[in-house]
């Protein structure tokens, strides 16, 4: 019985001109996305690594009067896009590319590539994820809404249940009814899909628990709009209602209810810097440069004269400024990675408190799940920072340790000298390499979207259970 | 037969009657002045706490020069055998050092609650720190290219980015014509269902009358709900506020808005000419709006990108710290010319220090010649040929650190420039692209009205380059001159201010866009009524069955 109500769902949808129309614009959005996120990414990596190899180069070749100053010219680090960026792009285009090393400062991302489009972006980026989380919704609305309401005004709801169906199996015949027809669409661009990542990149295995994950985090996304899709076609008083709760709750959960709660979160855990008094606040300056810079580099004199039992500077094996430079250099990078870790702290809380609201808009959650899968949300964006910044601190005290070890009265004589030994200095630092955390990194820190998505789910399908027994039946 | 008016003043008060008793529009307009609420006092608080911004960056820009002045007065009086051999604290270097750390603020928008914009993309604030040699390693941000300028760090979290604000022009861009379409979608199909159509047509009123009169009451309700309210609200709030009323902003954002209004009614009259069931209408005019307010724009964002690709952000970041490299490397190489060119010519005396008070002196007063194998001195020098002819070995230095700046700079523009002369291209597409979907042309004039647009960030940043170019040319002047700064110089004239462009300007931007807005959904709405001027017989009979 199941199976009949399915088929003559099935081919009444199949027959429905405006299907028809919501299937050619769909599929024809889905592969536009698909291709654009093939390309954007094939091109985006390819520039990715450009970029960094020429970046090692320029860091080998350089030519400095120290190795201190080296570390001033620093280097600029790319982050690695994700082939999986092909179907959500997340924050890739609201967070920098790259980040510049240096000594003495731990800089943000920088170029974001939202300043150098036009503004009509701000509408969205077409992505597979967009029309998975905006438009699909759409389209099951479309093939729900009707399905008892309809039924009900052409008057074949009575004579059908009169049958003596179980309400469950004729939902159930209904919801199966719905997901063949979407299923025709899904499918075949999943496969082409999973062919795009395959073509683009040779590990596709390590990405692969991550696919899994998002086609169940969809799967339940689509289910759950399914449900509600038949939830409010069995109450409602006809289909026009139906159509336009359905509508509505579309409205405010996939446009309305992700700004509201991104607002809410700006409230509640603020990151707007306070209101400066000086200069000095503002400027993400080196701190330890202070007044006692001069007085604590004399103690350390004295003290290093002591140990080394010698009676003046010049005769110590060790540079003192250049110890100062790698004590300032531990001061400062923890007084900055204490700031950048607070207003990390934030956005995590801003976006825990965004995922949380979910319970009122899955859409919210599904985002969340989709951004984080793939690789592109802030926690990601934070790992990737943490690493850079790691890496930036013991390149510059690598280089202090070779200022320290080769002390100098003659800037001059001493410049000549280092440029003898520049080079293996510079290759005795490694290159730079990000390894993307594993997928179980990645879910970790979505256990609560997920949670919110189980939940939805379980609520629907009880939600289901009830509106179809007590289903209006004229 | 009698002679019909085309405005009929008791349909268009029964009508009235009708609608405001009506619980869908009762909650309809409720929410959508709740939604404006909102809005409005998300762009006040925004709006407030720049201004707060400016003010503090001012009152501590205003301590630094009284500060300055009052040093510089002080040691105007002194005598000079009283100063001895301190540094003078009047030296071009010295001032322009001293008056270097300071921030300067974007004001607040003419009429930044309107829209957020893309404000919250761009800085809305640059420091100019003090000289220091580390700044040409600096990466630029944002696109500057200017040595010792630094955008605010940009705090806010990239989800909200992404998500966009619930702004005045959110609203009006996607909701607006949502409630435009709750209240227009059976204009007369519920009527023609329910019998009544039938009815009303046997009074003397035309199908085109009545339909006039049912549009244009509800014109006014949204009118005064989603235009006349906010603008209001912002007017009243202007007039207590420091930055004033911007009048003319509102006229042009009042207008964007009504024609964009009359295009989403001009599609209800046409939909509903169709004569389809009611819920037909909703469905297609629900189709409609994601159409024009969601996929197109998507599409055409895509386009241009795909039709005027942006040069990529990594490439630029990449060259540019080649570029700051081998600046770097042509100043050394300059220096170290200069060191053995002033060895030559005066010989260091056995055990003399390098730094010694005779060859300190002479570094102070002996003109040198610039090597012709400097190039990077040459081309500086080529630039500014009346500097050229008292150059000693400190003004060298001196001008080794601003050639090596200029250098960056000009190698760096170029790029930067290019990028965005794209973004530009893509904004003029956008532009035409407009004939496709009001929403995209709405969203351009709206930001552009409130100036919270990419285009007032440009104009400040091209200000501030400008200014700072200014700023270094003069005390460039004054170091190569050898005539020091007084404490009357200290003035206003040496600080930043930010001029608002013109009305003319913004009316030459939005004028295209705004007859967009304008004349397409007017003339759309006019031929909306012709085609109910004068139903057929049988059409009318159609519709009452």
Known sequence: MILKIAAKEITNTVRDRRFHLGVVTLLVLLLLALGVGWHSYRENSALQRAAQASQREQFLNRKAANAHIAAHGGMTVFRPYNNLSIIDEGLDSYVGTSIFLEAHRSNDYQNRPAERTAAVNRFGELTVALVLQLFVPLLIILLTYAAFAGEREQGTLRQVMSLGLHPRDFALGKALGVSVPLLLILIPAALLGVLALALSSSTLSASLPRMVWLSLGYTVYFVIFVSLGLCVSARARNSQRALITLLGFWLVTCLIFPRLAADLGERIYSTAPPPEKTFADASEQAHSFTADYLARTKQLEAELLQKYNVKTRAELPVSVSALMLYRSEEEDTKAQRKKFTELFNQYQKQNRLFQSLGIFAPALAIQSVSMGLVGSDVAHFRHFAEQAEEYRYQMAQKLNEDLINHPFTDFQANRIAYHTRERAVYESIAPFEYAMPDWRWSAGHLVWPCIVLTLWLLGMLIAIGLFVARMRID | ?545
């Open chain 2, 1 to 545: 037969m009698m002679k019909m008016e085309f405005l009929n003043k008791n349909l268009l008060r029964w009508q009235w009657r009708i609608l405001r008793r009506e619980r869908v529009v009762q909650i309809a307009v409720g929410l959508l002045l709740l939604a404006c609420s909102y809005a409005l006092f998300n762009g006040f608080t925004e709006a407030n706490s720049q201004q707060r911004d400016v003010l503090a960056s001012q009152a501590f820009q205003n301590a630094l020069f009284d500060k300055t002045r009052q040093t510089l007065a002080a040691y105007e009086q002194k005598t000079p055998a009283e100063e001895g051999a301190r540094a003078a604290p009047n030296a071009a270097a010295t001032v322009r050092d001293e008056l270097a750390n300071f921030k300067a603020v974007l004001p607040p928008a003419p009429a930044a609650p309107l829209a957020v914009g893309q404000s919250d993309l761009y800085p809305q604030a640059y420091y100019y720190r003090k000289f220091n040699d580390d700044s040409p390693a600096q990466a630029t941000v944002d696109g500057r290219s200017l040595s010792n300028v630094f955008p605010q760090k940009l705090t806010a979290n990239p989800l909200r980015l992404l998500t966009g604000r619930f702004d005045l022009a959110f609203v009006l861009l996607y909701i607006f014509p949502l409630l435009i379409i709750a209240l227009s979608f059976n204009l007369i199909a519920a009527e023609a269902e329910s019998g009544t159509l039938a009815l009303f047509l046997s009074q003397p009123v035309t199908l085109g009358t009545l339909v006039m009169s049912k549009t244009l009451i509800r014109f006014a309700l949204v009118a005064v709900t989603a235009i006349l309210f906010p603008a209001l609200s912002v007017a009243f709030v202007g007039l207590f506020t420091r930055h004033g009323l911007s009048f003319w902003r509102l006229v042009i954002w009042s207008l964007a808005a009504a024609g964009y209004g009359i295009f989403w009614f001009a599609l209800a009259l046409y939909i509903n000419n169709r004569r389809k069931s009611s819920v037909h209408n909703a469905l297609t005019l629900a189709v409609g709006w994601l159409g024009i307010v969601i996929i197109l724009p998507v599409i055409t964002g895509l386009a241009a990108q795909i039709i005027f690709p942006v040069p990529s952000s990594l490439m630029i970041a990449d060259k540019e710290r080649a570029i700051r490299t081998e600046a770097q490397e042509k100043a050394t190489h300059s220096t170290d010319l200069l060191r053995t060119n002033f060895a030559a010519r005066f010989p260091p005396q056995p055990d003399e220090k390098a730094a010694s008070p005779r060859l300190n002196t002479l570094r102070n007063s002996e003109y040198l010649s610039v090597p012709e194998t400097d190039d990077l001195l040459s081309d500086y020098f080529r630039r500014h040929p009346e500097w050229k002819q008292h150059v000693t070995y400190s003004r060298m230095i001196f001008a080794i650190q601003q050639a090596r700046d200029e250098y960056i700079e000009a190698q760096l523009f170029p790029l930067l420039e290019a990028a965005e002369k794209q973004r530009a291209r893509q904004e003029a597409f956008v532009n035409v692209s407009g004939l496709l979907s009001p929403a995209i042309v709405l969203q351009k004039v709206l930001s552009d009205v409130a100036g919270t647009g990419a285009t007032r960030h440009q104009n400040f940043v091209r200000q501030f380059d400008e200014y700072v170019r200014r700023r270094n040319q003069f005390f460039a002047a004054r170091v190569f001159q050898g005539q020091p700064i007084t404490s009357t110089e200290i003035s206003d004239s040496l600080k930043f201010v930010f001029h608002e462009e013109g009305m003319s300007k913004l009316l030459q931007r939005v004028t295209w866009p705004l007859l967009l807005l304008l004349l397409l959904p007017v003339s759309l709405m006019v031929w909306g009524i012709r085609i109910y001027r004068k139903p057929s017989l049988t059409e009318t009979r159609n519709l009452t069955h």
